[in-house]
């Protein structure tokens, strides 16, 4: 089994900052994208930020130049550093990878069960 498991959500006033992290466990042989998404209440989830294997990031517009996402390969983990925080970011925020687990063939999309971040004075 895998597990994909968030934490670093929480309340922050408007222009400040939060760093989630995400940590992959189980029978992991391989992790390719990796993705943060958000979930509004009343709104579609969408995709926040992306980081491929090899380090190549891209993000959605309403987040570019405020929001960070990286990675350690060797901890298996993913990060999103989000400054200058508004409340239009309040959501919860879900971690995504495609991985692959030991001695199972093909590539599977995994899904942690969300942080929430609230963006409030």
């Known amino acids: 089994q895998v597990q994909l498991v968030e934490s670093g959500g929480g309340l922050v006033q408007p222009g400040g900052s939060l760093r989630l992290s995400c940590a992959a466990s189980?029978?992991?042989?391989?992790?390719?994208?990796m993705y943060w998404y958000r979930q509004a209440p009343g709104k579609q989830r969408e995709l926040v930020a992306v980081i491929a294997s090899g380090g190549t990031t891209r993000y959605a517009d309403s987040v570019k130049g405020r929001f960070t996402i990286s990675r350690d390969n060797a901890k298996k983990a993913v990060y999103l550093q989000m400054n200058s925080l508004k409340p239009e970011d309040t959501a919860v925020y879900y971690c995504?990878?495609?991985?692959?687990?030991?001695?199972?063939?093909?590539?599977?999309?995994?899904w942690g069960q969300g942080t929430q971040v609230t963006v409030s004075s």
């Open positions: 189980g029978s992991i042989f391989s992790i390719n994208g």
């Open positions: 995504n990878a495609d991985i692959g687990r030991v001695g199972v063939p093909g590539i599977y999309n995994y």
